[in-house]
C-alpha cells in the first residue's frame, strides 16, 4: 500500500473547470493501477477515471470533459476536470492498488478526500 494525498477541490460555477492532484508516497510502477472515485451525498461512491501502463478508463458520465494522467517521476496523479456540471458536486477520492487496471482487483489505498462543489 502507498500513501495517497489529494489536493485541488475547490468551489466552482457549472462550465467552469478543476484540477485535482494526488501525491503518492511509497513505490509506484507502471502497472500499478491508479484512480479517482467520487462520491456524493446519499449515493455510492462511483469510479470516474482509472489509468495504469496500458492506458485509460472513464466512466461514461465524464467521458470528453475529464482527464486522467499520471506522473510516475513524481509519483502524482492528476484529473483535470473541464465543463463541470451540478451533477459532478462530490467527495473526490485518489486511490491505488499494485496491480493493472485489467485485473480488477479491489483498490486498497485510499486517499482522505477532496470536496467538489458545482453550483449552476
Known amino acids: 500500500q502507498v500513501q495517497l494525498v489529494e489536493s485541488g477541490g475547490g468551489s466552482v460555477q457549472a462550465g467552469g473547470s478543476l484540477r485535482l492532484s494526488c501525491a503518492a508516497s511509497?513505490?509506484?510502477?507502471?502497472?500499478?493501477?491508479m484512480g479517482w472515485f467520487r462520491q456524493a451525498p446519499g449515493k455510492e461512491r462511483e469510479a470516474v477515471a482509472r489509468?495504469?501502463?496500458?492506458?485509460?478508463i472513464y466512466a461514461e458520465s465524464v467521458k470528453g470533459r475529464f482527464t486522467i494522467s499520471r506522473d510516475l517521476a513524481n509519483k502524482t496523479v492528476i484529473l483535470q476536470m473541464d465543463r463541470l456540471n451540478v451533477a459532478d458536486t462530490a467527495m473526490y477520492y485518489c486511490?491505488?492498488?499494485?496491480?493493472?487496471?485489467?485485473?480488477?482487483?479491489?483498490?486498497?489505498?485510499w486517499g482522505q478526500g477532496t470536496q467538489v462543489t458545482v453550483s449552476s
Open positions: 486511490a491505488a492498488v499494485a496491480r493493472p487496471c485489467s485485473a480488477r482487483v479491489p483498490f486498497d489505498s
Open positions: 489509468v495504469d501502463y496500458s492506458g485509460t
Open positions: 511509497g513505490v509506484i510502477y507502471s502497472w500499478d493501477c
